[in-house]
């Protein structure tokens, strides 16, 4: 079946602080993986995304790592601010054309 | 204009009521999308429109009705809905949607739906 987990449901950092958020997808002609962040009341907004021909993408202070063998991708935050706090849901495109996203990891990034 | 608009923002319908949920985009997308989000968990994809043409439904109850009148617009039908139903209802688009397309979706911000 399509099914995509994330951890961890809750993640709170320091200011300046790194944070790692981890998913891991099941349907193996999943293709496309973009990350969003929620804000409270707002759209998913993307912050970045891969595709399953590239193993590491960078923007910035965000990046977004690959391993189609072990079917898992994750999301690196370095130097985390205030402005960072929302939830960041992960989701994966399937073999069926469909996003399927991932539970959302709640980040507060403390002052 | 590179937004995803949707009105109203909030709705409060009563369960015989019928309503419309109405999504505006302008990026020369043509694929669209109906998604349903409750407190705390992720979008779950209701509805997949494709060069005006319903492609995916995801077992949608029947008191859901979407329509797609051109490539801009999405419309979704509300009628006879129940207090489960009160949601975030996402609208979405892409520039094309199929098994070679691994195009960005955007989102509009939503219209938040109570059902009494």
């Known amino acids: 079946g399509e099914n995509v987990e994330q951890h961890p449901s809750t993640l709170s950092v320091q200011e300046g602080d790194s944070a790692v958020i981890k998913c891991t997808y099941s349907d193996s002609a999943s293709n496309y993986f973009p990350w969003y962040k929620q804000e409270l009341g707002k759209r998913p907004q993307l912050i970045i995304d891969i595709r399953s021909n590239v193993g590491e993408k960078k923007d910035q202070r965000i990046a977004v790592t690959l391993n189609k063998t072990a079917k898992h991708f994750s999301l690196h935050i370095t130097e985390t601010q205030p402005e960072d706090s929302a939830v960041y849901f992960c989701a994966a495109y399937t073999g069926f054309q469909k996003l399927v996203f991932g539970t959302g990891t709640r980040l507060l990034v403390s002052p | 204009d590179t937004e995803v608009t949707q009105t109203p923002k909030h709705l409060v319908m009563g369960m015989t009521n019928k309503k419309s949920l109405k999504c505006e985009q302008h990026m020369g997308h043509r694929a669209m999308y109906w998604y349903k989000q409750k407190a705390k968990k992720p979008p779950e994809l209701m509805f997949v429109y494709s060069y005006e043409k319903l492609s995916i439904n995801e077992s949608v109850p029947s008191r859901f009705s979407p329509e797609c009148p051109n490539s801009s617009l999405l419309n979704l039908h509300l009628h006879a809905l129940q207090p489960e139903d009160s949601a975030l209802y996402l609208c979405?688009?892409?520039?094309?949607?199929?098994?070679?397309?691994?195009?960005?979706?955007?989102f509009g911000p939503g219209t938040r739906l109570t059902v009494l």
């Open positions: 979405a688009s892409s520039q094309v949607w199929g098994p070679a397309s691994t195009d960005t979706q955007y």
